[in-house]
């Protein structure tokens, strides 16, 4: 049974931080690209981080560039986002995503919220 679960999510003031972790258990890890997207209310999904399923290639959204990094350790099977400098318009759920070569998985969310 595949499964990715986000956690770390929460309440931040701007400027703080915050790390996002994704378990992943059910599939091979090691042989998926890995992505953290995010959803604002009334907004469309929107693609923020991505990683190469070795963790050579990462790329970012203009929007969070020198701000976030993504990251991923395949021994423990998990992908992290290590957001900085956070704005109010990060405000968000952030799901992860495992791309395969025919298949994808979503986690469920984690949901992030930069207000004072």
């Known amino acids: 049974q595949v499964q990715l679960v986000e956690s770390g999510g929460g309440l931040v003031q701007p400027g703080g931080s915050l790390r996002l972790s994704c378990a992943a258990s059910?599939?091979?890890?090691?042989?998926?690209?890995m992505r953290w997207y995010r959803q604002a209310p009334g907004k469309e999904r929107e693609l923020v981080a991505s990683?190469?399923?070795?963790?050579?290639?990462?790329n970012y959204v203009d929007s969070v560039k020198g701000r976030f990094t993504i990251s991923r350790d395949n021994a423990k099977t998990t992908v992290y986002l290590q957001m900085n400098s956070l704005k109010p318009e990060d405000t968000a759920v952030y799901y992860c995503?495992?791309?395969?070569?025919?298949?994808?998985?979503w986690g469920q969310g984690t949901q992030v919220t930069v207000s004072s």
């Open positions: 995503y495992a791309q395969g070569a025919v298949s994808g998985y």
């Open positions: 059910g599939f091979t890890f090691s042989t998926y690209g």
């Open positions: 990683i190469t399923s070795a963790g050579r290639v990462t």
